[in-house]
């Protein structure tokens, strides 16, 4: 039995010869190979088999009889804005995913089916998890996305979620496919899963919600969207809308917020934190953000 150390250097724990005239058909040269992966931290040989965990070993001796990790801990690498964007644009490529500017979830479902093999789900109940709607599930491998029957009236939620799960299929599938089936997706967390383990992860949430809104509502377009709304009413507000205790600002920027709702099919929520985010929307520090608009 052998085990990596810090180091990757082979630590023996438990080394005994082979019999008389049985050939293990390893050796330490195994170990330091292409095929040993540095990432596995255990290692057995028993009965001219190779084992790469303890609890695999266990099972084969017949010690134990099956094993299921109460937790699994993924380490998912920072992803920037920026990077996300541009792993976004890597992504689409040339597709024609866009039809004035806003996203054509259809089109959208057709190149990741012609593409990726990707398989769509629109017509199931996801159930619930801890009492909250599980409202889009992602399976890694065949890669298939469920949304909820239940956003088909909501098409501004509906589309959000796809998006989202559209953001771990590009993502985090190359990460996560080799360990979790699911991704399931719910109204408050994001919760992975193997078989009936679980584990939440608000990195992954955050990321596809990024990916989701950057998807949804392009940059360059809503910049085009505001210089133009802001030239038609003659605002000369450098290219961003500003929210205080007067009401005419306030109204300005909800008729926008409004416009762009329609346009977009994206929920007004999701569109004021995306101009937050771009410094395309202020709020006066004085003003209580509590009531908003």
């Given amino acids: 039995m052998v085990r990596l150390d810090d180091n990757n250097k082979i630590e023996w724990f438990c080394h005994r010869k082979s019999r008389a005239g049985i050939q293990t058909g390893l050796d330490e040269a195994f170990f330091t190979s292409e095929h ?5 931290r255990f290692g057995a040989f028993y009965d001219n088999l190779y084992f790469d965990s303890l609890p695999a070993l266990f099972q084969h001796l017949g010690i134990i009889d099956n ?7 993924v380490p998912i690498p920072y992803m920037s804005e920026k990077k996300i964007a541009g792993a976004i644009q890597q992504f689409l490529k040339n597709a024609a995913v ?38 889009g599930k992602m399976r890694f491998s065949p890669p298939c996305i469920y949304i909820s029957k239940e956003l088909q009236d909501d098409d501004c ?15 985090h599938s190359p990460l996560l496919k080799d360990y979790l089936d699911f991704s399931f997706d719910c109204e408050n967390s994001l919760l ?34 505001l210089d133009e709304y802001l030239d038609q009413r003659q605002i000369c507000r450098k290219g961003r809308l500003y929210v205080d205790s007067q009401l005419h600002n306030r109204e300005r920027a909800w008729s926008f917020l409004s416009l762009m709702n329609t346009k977009y099919r994206v929920s007004k929520e999701a569109i004021q934190y995306r101009l937050e985010n771009l410094k ?12 908003r608009f």
């Avoid at 040993?36 to 596995?40: A, H, I, L, P, T």
């Avoid at 299921?68 to 801990?73: C, G, I, K, Q, V």
């Avoid at 959208?108 to 629109?122: M, Y």
Wanted: aromatic share 10%; charged share 25%.
């Fill in 98 to 135: 866009y039809r004035n500017s806003a996203l054509d979830d259809a089109a959208l479902q057709s190149f990741l089916e012609a593409s990726h093999n990707v398989q769509f789900i629109f017509d199931q109940d996801l159930g619930q998890h801890e009492s909250s709607a599980i409202l």
């Fill in 280 to 291: 395309l929307l202020e709020f006066d520090p004085n003003y209580d953000r509590l009531h």
């Fill in 67 to 73: 094993y299921r990790a109460s937790h699994l801990t």
């Fill in 36 to 40: 040993f992966e540095s990432e596995r």
């Fill in 192 to 225: 992975f899963g193997r078989n009936h383990s679980s584990v939440i992860n608000k990195q992954l949430e955050i990321q596809a919600n990024i990916f989701a809104s950057q998807l949804l509502l392009p940059e360059h377009s809503l910049r085009r969207d």
């Fill in 157 to 171: 939620r509906r589309r959000f979620t796809l998006a989202h799960e559209v953001g771990h299929f590009v993502l």
